[in-house]
Each structure stands twice: as C-alpha cells, then as structure tokens.
C-alpha cells in the first residue's frame, strides 16, 4: 500500500514474506525480524516483538502511553525492510499505523536531506570582500586618473578609455575562470585516487577543514567485535582467561549452555544472522541452531520454541552414569538428547542493559533461565555470594586495555513453572537472584590505517572528534587506542538530566576512568570544569588536556537547557556516543557556531544528514550516504580524508596565489 493511501490508526497486514515499511507502525501481532541499516547505519537483523500490554501503576491503573522512542522494540519504522515474520496460527501479523510521510523517521531524514540549514560558506564571503577592496582600489585610481589627466589637458575619449582601463585591471574579471579551473583540475586528480566529488563547490571549502569528525564502527575499527576470550567463575573466583571455548570440557557446563541460548539470533533463508555480538559469540561455541518451520508451528498451534545443540563431534563418546558434575544434562549424553530449547526470550534493553531467555534441556523438569549484559548491572542482580570479591578489579583491568565486557548469570526456576506461565512472567521476576558465572571479553579492532591518519591530521592541527552510536565506554577506549585521546589526557563524561518532577536540568560531571571502577562514580563539582578547561596559557593547556564525552540524550539536554555551556563543550568535546541521526546533525551545527570548518566521514544511511550539513562530507558507502554526500571514497579507509583535504587544499592556494599577485599589480599599477 501506497503511504499516501493509509492515516494514523490503519490497521495493516505485514505479509510473510517480508516487505518495505511505507510508514511508522506499531506491532500488535506476532514478530518480525527487520533490517534497520536505513536508519541505523547497522546492518544487523532487529527482532520486533508485538506491544505489551500497558505496564500498571501502584493503584492499578495502566496509564502508560505509546511511544516510538520507548517502545521501539516493538516499532516499525518506515524505509526498514521486514525480512521475515513469525506468528502464531490463525493470526495475521498485524501494526497499526502512527505516522506517515515526513512525521515519520525516515521522513525527518529526508527532509533534512532536501532541505538542510543553508550553509554559510566563509570563503566566499572573503571573496566578496577581497572583490570589495579591490573595488576600492579602483575608485581610489580611476579618481585620480580622471583628476590627473584634466590637470593635463587629457582629451575626453583618451581620459574616458584610461579611467575604465584601471577599473578593468584591478577588479580582476578571470577570477571566477581561476576559481574553475582549480576546481576542475583538484577534481580530476581527486578520481584518480578514487574519491568522487557530486559537488563542486565544496572543494574549495575543504581546502579550510580545520575539524573533522569520525563515525566508528565500520570507518575507524571493523565492522564487528571478535571474541578475546572468556573469564568463567568457579566457586566465586575467577578462573584463568581462557581462548578456546568451543572444546569437550565444556560443552556441558552452564557458561556454554548461556552463550547458546542467550542471544536473538535467527534464520533468514538458512543462513544465521542477528547482532554481531551474539553472532560471535554463537560462532565461538560451534554450537547449531534449529528453528521450527512453518509446519511444525502450524501443528502445534504455537510458537515452537528455537531448538540449540553442540555438534556430535564436541560430545564425549561415553558418560559414567554416577557423575556428579552433570548438573546441565540429566540424560546420558548423546546427540539426540543434548538439546536446549529457548522457551522465552527477553530482548536487549539498553536501558536495563541487559536480555535473558529462559530455555529447557530436553529431558530436565526444571527450566533454566540465563542471562547476559553489562557486568556492573548483572553483578546487581546476583547473589552477593557468587561474586568474586576481585570482581571490580578485574573488570577495571580490562576496560582499561580497550576490551567490552559482558557478563553472563544463570539460575534453576521453580519447576512449577510451565511454558505457559512462563510466556505471561514478567521479565523482573525472571532476572533476580542469579548466580554470577563469568565474563566474555571481545575486542573491537581498530583498521590497520586508522592510527597513522589521525596521527597526520593531528600533526597538520586538524581537530578530530568522535560521533558513534555506540555506547559510551567503548566510545572512548577506542578513541584511546587510535591516538584521538593521548594516554595522559583526562576524559570528563557530561551527563545531563532533564527537569523532572519539579527540579531543574543538571549536568553531573564524572571521570571516565571512575565509571569502571564503581556504580557511583566520583564527582567533580561543576564549579571547577570551566577552570581546569579555560587555560590562561598555552603551556598550561599542553600539560594536561581535558576531553569532553557524552551521550545522545545529554547532548539534546545541554543545547535545550544549557546554552551557555554548549561552545565550551565544543572546543574540548571529542567522544559523542549514542547519538541519533539529527543529533549528529545538530552537533555539525553547534562545531560550525564556533567558527570550526568541519568535516564528517560516515559510511551509514544515519550520517546522512551530517555529511550534507558539514562543510565537507566524505562517504564510505556508496549506497544511501553516498546520495547526500558532497564526496564519496571507492574504498572504504578514512586514509581518502587527508588526500581529499591536500587535493582541495591545493586547488584553493592557486586560487589564493591568483588573486594575491592580482592585488599586488593593481597596487602597483
């Protein structure tokens, strides 16, 4: 259906076979699995799961409204592509109909595609002064020349012919062929080494960049995470960092049975797909998941549960029926038995920062129920017992060296738990009083060329910053180990809190080194940040530099709240993580109020609408970012950033050196 046959509070159908979202809607039957790379910039498959019903105040009362933002885990947003939808039999997929058009996100991103913030480009108001002065110049000798003349007794025609003569040489009439040609031959050399330009004008502004700012995954590290290792719990200690989990010792214990079923991968035409974490981590076990076809769920008139099993290579060829160490699989140990079934799953939350499932080994009584995130929050909500007194020590230690951290914890449910009961369960009485059993650390890499670009564009005084969707902490120690914040320079994390009940907006400022170590990280008092980043001196500035980070959602507090502080937070701010498509936008804006000339790399559809707005966007992708930006790169390196800046660079100092011996002449003359 067309979007402009269907209004706010339509009724439609999601087909089976997948489709492309003509509108904002809100899932109220079944699950889609969707592709949000559109708006994300991520290509990972999104599970969407259809609205709960509304959560109940203390006087019984549910009063909570729907929102896109809170709830949507269970939005679908137009422009993504549903791939696939799972249902219960006899049930339609179904979504009603909340915004269409320009309301809807999409809509907002093409709008600020089509009709970006007219860019005020210096350079070309230095041009209409240069022109101006020169303009001066003239009147100052066609003046005299009329005056000198008369005293002369110059003839009329011959006095006319000199006067207009001087005019013509100093205002230089080949300035606009000059400002071509350097454009047209920066250009060409910039195809020769594979960057595109679709808008001309800009190359001579790029030649002024003096600020570039860096989407991270998939422009400065990898795409995906890769698995380091894993760090397993026995008896509330931590065990020896081990490499290798897909092994015989393992393949019974509950870490494995956790990294099997924790997760929201899926099928999609029988290749597996899903978050890259999850797809890592599932990858690392050799483990193989089974999904139940339209058939089977057809027969049984239910959703049937995703079914994981080890290869028959990992099983021990034989079991003593009296071991004790046997607590995961009661039944002898086979191919046909080693089963697990994920019975419920609740999905990642980045506001509780964490997902569980809740599975059945085939042949136990009992359910399990497992579950992963970040490892402060599943600390919290294990049995102090079970944690390792070094817990907090260990976790630091990693953080440290750049790896992310999560957290695994399992616990046995009550056996009078049935599969109904459980697929109605709150997910709060699933998720407390586990048993802590280890960690998973993965390392995002960086791309071999990323240090030494940033080391260039730090050495020509080219500003970088940060602007990532991912979370903070990451955010940071790869900003660490490409060399965009040195190892003695202090990061101080803004964050923001809107009016609430009757209080004011405040920025609590925190150490980015104390968030690891503690759930209440120290504070520095707001009266001493303006102090320690408004240095009198140079010298004061070079012995130990301050970086600003923070996320999304402060950042829309500080431009709405606190626009005072916003300049001085742009002049040291260099991590934005968690950051929306228009705020990268926003963020653009408030660097170029400050009078930086900016420049955005990016390679997702989500940077559109910075690339567009900067004075120099660079695409990575030549698929949706590559519509909106002025450049796009054949390769996708930021090593086109410093070639694309020398290029222009060149390109505006023959416009430059043009025009200065012009003046010089006209003076002279």
């Known amino acids: 259906i067309f979007s402009t046959d269907l209004v706010p509070g339509d009724v439609m159908v999601i087909p089976l076979n997948g489709t492309i979202m003509p509108c904002d809607a809100v899932l109220i039957n079944g699950t889609c699995i969707v592709n949000e790379s559109m708006l994300t910039g991520e290509s990972v498959p999104v599970t969407k799961t259809n609205l709960p019903n509304p959560s109940v105040d203390v006087k019984g009362i549910g009063d909570e409204l729907y929102n896109p933002e809170t709830h949507k885990r269970h939005t679908l947003f137009c422009g993504t592509t549903v791939i696939q939808t799972r249902f219960y039999t006899g049930e339609l997929v179904k979504a009603i109909v909340v915004r269409t058009g320009f309301s809807t996100s999409k809509g907002q991103l093409v709008r600020s595609i089509l009709y970006p913030k007219p860019t005020d480009f210096k350079l070309y108001r230095d041009a209409y002064l240069f022109l101006l002065c020169l303009v001066a110049v003239a009147g100052i000798g066609f003046i005299y020349t009329i005056i000198n003349s008369i005293l002369n007794e110059v003839e009329v025609g011959v006095i006319i012919i000199e006067s207009l003569d001087i005019i013509t040489i100093t205002v230089p ?65 931590f065990l020896s960092p081990e490499e290798n989990v897909c092994n015989e010792m393992l393949v019974k214990s509950q870490f494995v049975a956790c990294l099997a079923t924790c997760h929201s991968l899926t099928k999609i035409e029988g290749v597996l797909s899903g978050d890259p974490l999850d797809l890592k981590m599932f990858e690392a076990i050799g483990w193989i998941l089974e999904e139940a076809t339209e058939e089977e769920t057809a027969l049984h008139n239910r959703i049937m549960p995703t079914v994981v099993r080890p290869p028959k290579q990992l099983l021990p060829e034989s079991t003593p029926a009296g071991n004790q160490e046997m607590e995961l699989f009661e039944l002898p140990v086979s191919e046909e038995c080693l089963l697990i079934g994920i019975v419920r799953q609740f999905p990642f939350s980045s506001a509780l920062q964490r997902m569980s499932v809740v599975a059945r080994v085939l042949g136990d009584k009992k359910m399990d129920a497992y579950m992963k995130g970040a490892p402060e929050v599943i600390a919290s ?91 903070m902490l990451t955010a940071v120690s790869v900003a660490r180990d490409c060399g965009m914040i040195l190892p003695q320079d202090k990061v101080i994390i803004a964050e923001a809190l809107p009016p609430k009940d009757g209080k004011v907006a405040k920025i609590n400022w925190h150490y980015a080194d104390s968030l690891t170590q503690c759930s209440h990280p120290s504070a520095i008092a707001s009266e001493a940040i303006p102090v320690k980043l408004v240095h009198d001196s140079l010298e004061d500035l070079q012995m130990t530099r301050y970086h600003f980070a923070m996320n999304g959602k402060s950042f829309s507090v500080i431009l709405e709240h606190f626009q005072d502080l916003v300049p001085k937070l742009m002049l040291h701010g260099t991590v934005f993580a968690r950051m929306a498509p228009d705020q990268k936008t926003q963020l653009i804006e408030a660097l170029q109020n400050v009078d930086y000339f900016v420049g955005m790399c990016g390679d997702g559809a989500n940077d559109c609408g910075a690339l567009k707005r900067a004075h120099g966007g660079i695409s990575l992708s030549e698929l949706e970012a590559s519509v909106a930006s002025p450049f796009t790169s054949k390769t996708p390196s930021i090593s086109c950033v410093p070639n694309l800046i020398r290029y222009c660079e060149l390109a505006l100092f023959s416009i430059v050196t043009y025009s200065l011996d012009h003046f010089i002449i006209s003076i002279l003359i």
């Open 381 to 471: 909500l294990c049995k102090p017992e079970t944690v390792p007194v070094d817990f907090q020590n260990v976790l630091e230690d990693f953080t440290k060296q750049g790896f992310r951290v999560i957290a695994l914890a399992h616990r046995k449910l009550e056996s009078k738990l049935t599969w109904h009961k459980v697929q109605n369960i709150s997910r709060d009485a699933i998720e407390n009083n586990m048993d802590f059993m280890g960690l998973i650390i993965m390392q995002n890499k960086l791309k071999q060329e990323t240090p030494a670009v940033l080391e260039d564009l730090h050495k020509a005084n080219i500003r970088t910053v940060m602007v990532t969707g991912d979370n």
């Open 173 to 237: 009439p080949a300035l606009p062929a000059a400002m071509t040609a350097g454009i047209v031959y920066a250009q060409r050399r910039l195809k020769k080494i594979g960057i595109f330009c679709i808008s001309p004008q800009r190359i001579n502004i790029c030649g002024q960049l003096n600020l570039v700012c860096f989407d991270k995954t998939g422009t400065l590290t990898e795409d995906g995470l890769d698995l380091w290792g894993i760090q397993r719990v026995e008896n509330a200690r």
